[in-house]
């Protein structure tokens, strides 16, 4: 990680800190803890690395990226993230890749996250084209492990293991594409992934039913392969496919 001249501003106009710089060399190993907030933030970057490092009780966001093109993630530990562990985020931007992460206990207090329904989750990618969700191991998730959005995005080989217990109507790999007008992507693929004990937050629901999925596939998701997932434990539906479009599901075990 190498970042130069930081800037901060707080809201009445007082500089936090200005001009600062920092580095941590190749093969460094590199530890947030405690952060009052995101613990690692960027936005309008591009050809980032994220390798090697702990973050630890982050009270938002361990990994919060916007507008950040060609980034890679891996080989880092998140966990005790009080919102999301790591999200990428931007409809124009390519080229992220998530992998052989291990990130565990997130969102898992319910109140304590960022942004609601689109809180509480470990990986959150959704790109323009070209996104790698990897060989993470994703245990203990408040609401959503695997969250995709784009073209060419492949998720492949991730351990997932207990997830919705805070908030229901969710699944360990989720994709959504409603909208006006709904868009068409293309050669999406899930594959090769062990997903178990999706638990379910009935708790404040008008029917107290445990609604945890598996994979789920929500409004107008469109052009997925869905191919060689273990999915087991689950509190619903091993697969939810909820109106979507141009989804094959094969060699799979529900």
């Known amino acids: 990680v190498d970042c130069q001249s930081l800037s901060y501003v707080l809201p009445d106009g007082r500089a936090l800190f200005e001009d600062a710089s920092f580095r941590v060399g190749d093969g460094t190993k590199t530890a947030l803890v405690g952060a009052n907030g995101t613990a690692l933030y960027g936005e309008y970057s591009s050809f980032l690395t994220v390798s090697g490092c702990q973050f630890d009780f982050a009270a938002s966001y361990a990994i919060d990226?916007?507008?950040?093109?060609?980034?890679?993630?891996?080989?880092?530990?998140?966990?005790?993230?009080?919102?999301?562990?790591?999200?990428?985020?931007?409809?124009?931007?390519?080229?992220?890749?998530?992998?052989?992460?291990?990130?565990?206990?997130?969102?898992?207090?319910?109140?304590?996250?960022e942004a609601g329904r689109l809180s509480n989750q470990a990986v959150d990618v959704r790109v323009k084209s070209g996104g790698v969700i990897q060989e993470n191991t994703i245990t203990n998730t408040g609401y959503i492990p695997v969250h995709f959005g784009g073209n060419d995005v492949t998720i492949k080989n991730n351990v997932i293991d207990g997830f919705c217990s805070v908030l229901d109507d969710g699944g360990a790999i989720y994709s959504w594409a409603g909208g006006l007008p709904t868009p068409t992507f293309s050669n999406r693929i899930i594959t090769g992934n062990i997903v178990s004990n999706g638990i379910g937050a009935p708790h404040g629901t008008l029917n107290g039913h445990h609604d945890a999925n598996g994979i789920y596939l929500d409004n107008d998701s469109n052009h997925v392969v869905v191919s060689d997932n273990t999915v087991f434990h689950m509190a619903s539906l091993g697969a939810h496919l909820n109106s979507p479009a141009a989804v094959t599901l094969t060699g799979n075990t529900f």
């Open 65 to 113: 990226l916007k507008a950040t093109s060609d980034v890679l993630i891996e080989k880092n530990v998140i966990d005790q993230s009080l919102s999301d562990g790591v999200r990428v985020y931007n409809p124009t931007v390519d080229n992220v890749t998530v992998r052989y992460n291990v990130i565990t206990n997130t969102g898992m207090i319910a109140g304590m996250s």
